[in-house]
């Protein structure tokens, strides 16, 4: 059962309510163009480097105004509405960096929290420490959904691609990968890993991104993709500004590339022994 998938590509700034409306107007846009599932990018709430800042404007999940207008345009288009991800309030201080599904009655389908923190030191100057600040993850799902079998993952977990294949295995057939990639990291390997992930597990993946120079001062790198299982680049938007892109999506396409290269199922276990170089060439120590 073929569907239309649609990624929504922002350029979120500080204040979530204006972000909100920005969401809202292109997930319109998005049904408007027959995508039935839609799926905006990481942190579509906010993007804001100031973390008292931030602090200041987040709310927790049921008062959240991100949760809040995704589920309520679900259930006005009548469409899977996956919000990528947005910054939710924790009891305890700190933040959940979390994705939404939203089903076609605006009902919550699934909650996905980012397990790999992006904790790095770039060359241009740049520093991340996410864990600083948010509460990573632990819980991988596959959700089943009447048209295909959908993982989730959120920008720094696309470098690991164990969480891939696990949902793979266990029956994934779409990939999710919302995101806010900085520009150089972006530029370095966004579309290669993006494609690396669809074909190494044979899937669809749909990856919305932050794109361009927010109000905080980072730049993303925009870009937003459709990917089918073979590795083929279906849609793809540009490096800044918002966009909508859709791509018609197919899960027997997944079978297709199953069958023709089985690597799910020639998968073995095996361990890994470290030996010295000087022994392993037969040179005595």
Known sequence: MSFKAAAVQMCSGVDPVRNAAA???????????????????????????????????????????????????AAELGIYMHVGSTAIALADGKIANRGFLFGPDGRILNRYDKIHMFDVDLDNGESWRESAAYTAGSEARVVSLPFAEMGFAICYDVRFPALFRAQAVAGAEVMTVPAAFTR???????EILLRARAIENGVFV???????????????????????????????????????????????AVKAAHDKIPNLRNGREFSVEKIAGAIAAGVAA
């Open 23 to 73: 969401m809202a107007r292109l997930v319109r846009d998005a049904a408007a163009q027959g995508a039935t599932y839609v799926q905006t990018p990481e942190m579509t709430g906010m993007l804001q480097r100031d973390r008292a800042a931030a602090r200041a404007v987040l709310a927790g999940e049921t008062d959240d105004i991100i949760v809040k207008t995704g589920s309520e345009l």
């Open 206 to 252: 749909i990856a919305a991104a932050q794109a361009g120079r927010h109000e905080d001062g980072r730049e993303t790198f925009g870009h937003s993709m459709i990917i089918d299982p073979w590795g083929t680049v279906l849609a793809s938007a540009g490096a800044t500004g918002e966009a909508v892109i859709v791509a018609e999506i197919d899960p027997a």
């Open 184 to 190: 150089q990291t972006g530029e370095a390997h966004w």
